[in-house]
């Protein structure tokens, strides 16, 4: 069965200081790999997608950069954080064929102060 | 571009009433439809899907038929428990699959004993 795992399950950072987030999916080859932001009581916005290892495609940048790795492991990372970053950050993986269904971790928490 | 709209945004019932939860769609091409469902501090848990035209999704109790005519995928389910109150959202998703989902605003439903 796959897994995934992020991390850190929640932080709180200053503005303008550096944020990295991790995610780790175990049990799949070459998933396809995204991240989405979720405001507080908002819905999903999605920032980035990623098919293979080195390759990651934006769709709202929000200032934030990701990259991948590895074939397992997607990270978020901006070196200033704004206080519109704060939120509720979700990681998805999709299987690489059979399309579109997107199975999430459990998200980081982020808020910035 | 794609998008999703979910009429309700919020939904209040008592156990055992019937829940219609409305998602209508605007896609240039036969995208894929989907429900999800977040509870409170977690990442959303895929419901089910749907791929052609009069197809019917299911899972837990919930169901949506996918209406091409009508471009709608209305959840439904006959007898909600206090379970089921959490924030409900319908995404698409295009053929592209590795594009990722777009999603509506979510529909938040809080059951009540």
């Known amino acids: 069965a796959q897994t995934i795992h992020q991390w850190p399950v929640a932080e709180i950072k200053a503005v303008g200081s550096p944020l990295s987030l991790g995610c780790t999916i175990k049990g799949k080859s070459s998933p396809n790999l995204y991240w989405y932001w979720q405001a507080t009581g908002g819905t999903l916005q999605q920032l980035f997608y990623?098919?293979?290892?080195?390759?990651v495609e934006s769709v709202v940048q929000l200032n934030l950069s990701a990259s991948r790795p590895k074939d397992d492991q997607f990270i978020l990372s901006t070196e200033k954080l704004l206080l519109s970053h704060s939120g509720f950050y979700l990681c998805?993986?999709?299987?690489?064929?059979?399309?579109?269904?997107?199975?999430f971790g459990e998200g980081s928490r982020l808020i910035v102060v | 571009g794609d998008s999703v709209t979910q009429t309700e945004g919020q939904v209040a019932l008592s156990e055992e009433d019937f829940l219609t939860i409305h998602c209508n769609y605007s896609a240039s091409g036969y995208p894929a439809l989907f429900w999800y469902v977040q509870y409170p501090g977690e990442g959303p848990q895929f419901l089910f899907r749907a791929s052609r035209d009069k197809e019917k999704g299911s899972s837990r109790g919930f169901e949506a038929t996918y209406d091409k005519g009508t471009t709608s995928f209305h959840l439904r389910k006959a007898s909600v428990q206090e379970s089921d109150s959490a924030v409900y959202y319908c995404a698409l998703g295009e053929n592209n699959y590795a594009q990722g989902l777009t999603f509506g605003l979510g529909t938040r439903v809080s059951v009540f004993p």
């Open positions: 990623s098919i293979t290892v080195g390759q």
């Open positions: 998805a993986w999709s299987p690489d064929r059979g399309g579109n269904t997107l199975y």
